[in-house]
């Protein structure tokens, strides 16, 4: 007898970061007090101007197929991309989605194939993996190191592709790394891509949330070729406007791949919610208030940030390579390892993950999910006091 499940199903793992997070949520259930550094989602209201809009759109009959700002919204994406990113896309290269997420799996689906193989650096955000296995694809992994500041170099790049080589993919700022590619770097991949002719994805999501020096590049930005042919840029209003719960992101690239998108989309989901859609229009049309909610969340992560990567560097056996972008502290706790802690011998980030949260009552991620086992991730999307509570309760736990 077949099996109940499709092949597409059984074949993706069940996700580490997820059995933690219902783990600390059992134990916040039964009334502990757990300090979680699990979310991946700013801890800010949205701002009232964009929720204001929602509403407005509820209360004026925007309810129906088909929102009303649907169309100003796809312009009002293709202005920013042109204005903040140099990418010249007319409204009909750009899909809109309900999340980034979303917008990424309907480009795998468009474009890879049972064996295709989809290049991933790593430390890399779960989905990626596992979209490409739920589209047949195989994913083909590239190691990086804090050495090389988690990043991949474009001889490292080259040396991946084959003939089977369907997708690349590229996220800077990085989760869960935080790590963020420079201009250079950014154009010596491109070269490698270019010259290839690799389809790239570049998940632009987090690219408000750079902290210091380093100026965001868009890839596509590149050259006419990277720009009509090869690169998606991808991107949402999650990240940057605290609005992860309203389920908007879009994909953004060459003409052809949009149509298939759309096509795809149009048989599963259609568009995303109407009201949703005008919040999103909103926080890309009306600049002013926008930058200015934008601005001070970047400076409270950017406070946060150095504060928690002090406090990690403090802790026994802990060591952690400054983060530049988005709002993860990606610590390494390998010095941990073969030490004994409430009992149990930490081998493994998964170990020190469940003694952080049955010992210390503090949720961690631990980079298993993210293909490093050395390592465990901590957003710093919270306050201070509950940073400060945490982290006084981790370093109790090691001494
Ligand atoms: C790297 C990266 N890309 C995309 C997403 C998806 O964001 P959303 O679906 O909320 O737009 C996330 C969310 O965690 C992310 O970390």
Redo the contacts with the bound molecule.
């Keep these: 007898m077949s099996s109940t499940y499709a092949r597409r199903i059984r074949e993706v793992q069940p996700s580490a970061t997820l059995a933690v997070d219902a783990k600390a949520k059992a134990m916040q259930a039964q009334g502990i007090d757990v300090v979680g550094f699990g979310a991946?989602?700013p801890d800010f209201n949205t701002p009232q101007h964009i929720v204001q809009a929602g509403v407005g759109a509820l209360t004026t009959g925007d309810t129906r197929y088909g929102a009303k700002r649907g169309n100003e919204l796809k312009e009002a994406i293709a202005a920013k991309l042109k204005r903040e990113n140099g990418l010249e896309y007319g409204a009909e290269q750009i899909v809109v989605s309900s999340?980034?997420?979303?917008?990424?799996y309907n480009i795998y689906q468009v474009l890879v194939d049972e064996g295709d193989e989809v290049i991933i650096p790593a430390p890399y955000?779960v989905?990626y993996l596992e979209q490409a296995r739920l589209a047949g694809g195989t994913p083909v992994i590239l190691e990086t190191t804090e050495e090389s500041g988690f990043k991949i170099g474009p001889a490292q790049l080259e040396a991946a592709i084959t003939p089977k080589s369907k997708l690349f993919i590229f996220?800077s700022p990085?989760?869960p790394t935080g790590a963020v590619y420079t201009p250079d770097e950014i154009r010596a991949l491109a070269a490698v891509i270019e010259k290839h002719n690799l389809v790239t994805i570049s998940?632009e999501?987090?690219e408000h949330l750079i902290y210091g020096e380093i100026e965001h590049l868009s890839m596509g930005s590149l050259s006419k070729k990277l720009l009509e042919e090869l690169v998606i840029t991808?991107n949402?209003?999650?990240?940057t406007f605290a609005m992860?719960g309203w389920?908007?992101?879009y994909a953004a690239g060459p003409k052809p791949i949009v149509a298939a998108i759309r096509k795809l989309q149009s048989h599963a989901t259609s568009d995303p919610a109407a009201f949703c859609q005008a919040g999103a229009c909103e926080a890309l049309k009306n600049r002013r208030m926008s930058d200015e909610a934008v601005m001070s969340m970047r400076e409270e992560f950017d406070e946060r940030r150095k504060h928690i990567v002090q406090r990690l560097n403090a802790l026994k056996g802990v060591s952690i390579l400054e983060p530049l972008g988005?709002f993860y502290a990606f610590a390494n706790v390998s010095g941990v390892f073969g030490r004994e802690l409430g009992g149990v011998k930490i081998q493994s980030a998964m170990d020190f993950t469940n003694v952080a949260l049955d010992k210390a009552r503090v949720a961690v991620v631990p980079g298993e999910a993210f293909g490093s086992p050395r390592h465990v991730r901590l957003s710093y999307a919270t306050s201070r006091e509950l940073i400060d509570k945490g982290l006084d309760r981790l370093a109790e736990l090691l001494g």
């Design positions: 991946g989602e999340g980034a997420k979303h917008s990424l955000w989905s996220n990085s989760n998940d999501i987090y991808v949402g209003v999650s990240k992860t389920r908007i992101g988005a």
